[in-house]
C-alpha cells in the first residue's frame, strides 16, 4: 500500500467520522481508525460496534483498527496548571475563553498530539477529522484549523476536514442510508463538550473564538511541541496507553 493511499482517521463512530470514513475506503483508501479517551467519556467501547460493521463490509485488508487510546495523560498535561488561574488571570492574559472551550482545545490537541506519533509508527501522512464548522465549537472553525493544521504541517502530515463546510444533517444521514447503513448510532458521549452559544449577526462568539487562539498561541502549542519532541527522543511510537 502507498504511503498516500493510507489514511488515519479520527473515529468516534458517529456519522460525520462514519461518512469520512466510507467517502475514503470509496476512493480505495486503506483507513486506520482510532478512538480516543480522555478519561471524561461515556461508554468509548461503544464503537467497536460500527468498527465490527464496517471490517465485516470491506474486510481487514481495507481496515485496520488501531483500537481505543488513552489521551489522559496528554490531557492532564495541558489542564494543569491552566486549572489553578483564576478566572481574572485567565481574562487578562487571554481573553474571554469559556470552561468548555477550553476543555476541548486541551482534548482536541491532545488527539492531535496522539496521532501525530501513530503516523510516525505506521508511516501514515494523512490524518482526517470529520469536524464540522456548524457544529459551533472553537476548535471547529477555521481560525483555528489553520494552526492545526499548522502543526501537522511541521511534522511531515497533512490534516483534512472533508465535512468542515457541510451543514444539513438530513443530507449527511442519508449518505448513509444510501449506502445501506443505519444512522443511528452507539456513539461514545464526551461530558466536557459544550457547543458556544452563537447569535445570527456573528455565528459562533468572536471573543471566544479570538481567546482560544490565544490560549493555543500562548500557552498550549509550545507544549504540544514538547510532547512530540519527548516521544521522538524516546522512540515511544505510539505506547501511550
Known amino acids: 500500500m502507498k504511503d498516500d493511499k493510507k489514511a488515519l482517521v479520527l473515529f468516534s463512530g458517529g ?3 462514519l461518512i469520512v470514513t466510507l467517502r475514503l475506503l470509496d476512493s480505495n483508501y486503506k483507513v486506520y481508525l482510532v ?4 478519561g471524561c467519556g461515556l461508554k468509548t467501547e461503544n464503537v467497536n460496534n460500527t468498527i465490527e460493521r464496517l471490517v465485516k463490509k470491506y474486510g481487514t485488508e481495507k481496515i485496520e483498527n488501531i483500537g481505543i487510546k488513552n489521551i489522559s495523560g496528554f490531557f492532564r498535561e495541558f489542564i494543569y496548571p491552566f486549572y489553578n488561574y483564576t478566572s481574572s488571570y485567565i481574562k487578562e492574559n487571554y481573553g474571554d475563553i469559556t470552561i468548555s472551550q477550553f476543555n476541548c482545545l486541551a482534548c482536541r490537541l491532545s488527539m492531535y498530539i496522539a496521532s501525530i506519533i501513530l503516523c510516525n509508527r505506521y508511516n501514515i501522512k494523512n490524518v482526517f477529522d470529520g469536524a464540522r464548522r456548524s457544529q459551533l465549537f472553537a476548535i471547529e472553525q477555521r481560525e483555528m484549523l489553520n494552526k492545526f493544521e499548522k502543526l501537522f504541517s511541521e511534522n511531515g ?6 465535512l468542515e463546510n457541510e451543514t444539513d444533517d438530513w443530507k449527511l444521514k442519508n449518505e448513509l442510508l444510501l449506502r445501506g447503513i ?13 457547543p458556544t452559544p452563537s447569535n445570527e449577526k456573528e455565528g459562533l462568539g468572536k471573543n471566544v473564538l479570538m481567546a ?3 490560549v493555543y498561541e500562548k500557552y498550549l502549542k509550545q507544549k504540544a511541541k514538547e510532547i512530540i519532541g519527548r516521544y521522538k527522543d524516546l522512540k515511544l511510537n505510539g505506547d501511550f496507553i
Not at 182 to 194: I, N
Request: glycine content about 4%.
Open 15 to 17: 456519522k460525520d467520522s
Open 35 to 38: 478512538t480516543y479517551e480522555n
Open 157 to 162: 502530515i497533512n490534516i483534512n476536514y472533508p
Open 182 to 194: 443505519v444512522p443511528k448510532t452507539l456513539e461514545p458521549q464526551c461530558l466536557l463538550g459544550v
Open 212 to 214: 482560544t487562539a490565544n
